[in-house]
C-alpha cells in the first residue's frame, strides 16, 4: 500500500500570513487531489493534478505536483479566517481507483 | 451542487442496533463507491470499495460481516453496521467516482454520517 506522508499536522497562523502544506511519498501517483473539509462535512474538492510539474492556481491557492508524481504542494497566499478548515491530499493509486490519503493539515487563521 | 448525497447525516440509536446509511450519485453513475470513516481530527480511513452488482473489496482489518455494503445499482450503495456498539460510533463518509472513458475522474464525497452509539 503506498503512504502519503502530509506535513505540518497543525498550523495557526494570523490573517494576511502565507503557509505551504506538503505532501510526500516515496511511490508514484497517477494524479493527485486536495480536498477541504469543514467539520461534521464530507470533503470538498479542491483540484486534480495530474501531469509530472503541473501548477494549478485557485485565486489565492496554488497547487504543484511534483515533476516525478511523487509530491505536491499547497501554497495560499495571504491566509483569510475563511480558509480555515481540514485540508487533505490524497494520491490516487496507479490502477486509478483508490486513493491514498494523507493525515490532514487543521488550518486555523485568526483575525 | 451536491452531487453525491448521503443519508441520515445524523443518527444516535442504542447498542445493538443495525443502522443503514444510504449513499446516492445525482446526477452520473458510478460503478465504483468507495466508504471511509474518520475520527475526531483525523483523516479519511477507506474501509471498503463498493463495487456495483458484485461483492465489496474491505481493507484490511475491517469486518465485512460487521459492515454490510449493498451496491445494487449504479447510483446507489449502503452500508449496514450491524448490532453497533459504542466503539463503531464514527464519521462514516462515503464517495463516489464518476465513470467517463479514460479521464481521471476525482471522487466526490458526500457529507457524512455522524453515527453515535449510546
Known amino acids: 500500500t503506498q503512504l502519503l506522508e502530509q506535513s505540518p499536522q497543525f498550523l495557526s497562523i494570523q490573517e494576511g500570513e502565507n503557509l505551504t502544506v506538503y505532501c510526500n511519498s516515496s511511490s508514484v501517483f497517477s494524479s493527485l487531489q486536495w480536498y477541504r473539509q469543514e467539520p461534521g462535512e464530507g470533503p470538498v474538492l479542491l483540484v486534480t493534478v495530474v501531469t509530472g510539474g503541473e501548477v494549478k492556481k485557485l485565486k489565492r491557492l496554488t497547487f504543484q505536483f511534483g515533476d516525478a508524481r511523487k509530491d505536491s504542494s499547497l501554497h495560499i497566499t495571504a491566509a483569510q479566517p475563511g480558509d480555515t478548515g481540514l485540508y487533505l491530499c490524497a494520491g490516487a493509486e496507479e490502477d486509478g481507483n483508490k486513493l491514498v490519503f494523507g493525515a490532514g493539515t487543521i488550518l486555523r487563521v485568526k483575525s | 451542487g451536491a452531487v453525491v448525497s448521503q443519508h441520515p447525516s445524523r443518527v444516535i440509536c442504542k447498542s445493538g442496533t443495525s443502522v443503514k446509511i444510504e449513499c446516492r450519485s445525482l446526477d452520473f453513475q458510478a460503478t465504483t463507491m468507495f466508504w471511509y470513516r474518520q475520527f475526531p481530527k483525523q483523516s479519511l480511513m477507506l474501509m471498503a470499495t463498493?463495487?456495483?452488482?458484485?461483492?465489496?473489496?474491505?481493507e484490511q482489518g475491517v469486518e465485512k460481516d460487521k459492515f454490510l455494503i449493498n451496491h445494487a445499482s449504479l447510483t446507489l450503495s449502503t452500508l449496514t453496521v450491524t448490532s453497533a456498539h459504542p466503539e463503531d460510533s464514527s464519521f462514516y463518509i462515503c464517495?463516489?467516482?464518476?465513470?467517463?472513458?479514460?479521464?481521471?475522474?476525482?471522487?466526490?464525497f458526500g457529507d457524512g454520517t455522524r453515527l453515535s452509539i449510546l
Open positions: 463498493s463495487n456495483e452488482g458484485s461483492k465489496a473489496t474491505y
Open positions: 464517495s463516489a467516482r464518476k465513470v467517463f472513458g479514460t479521464d481521471d475522474q476525482p471522487q466526490h
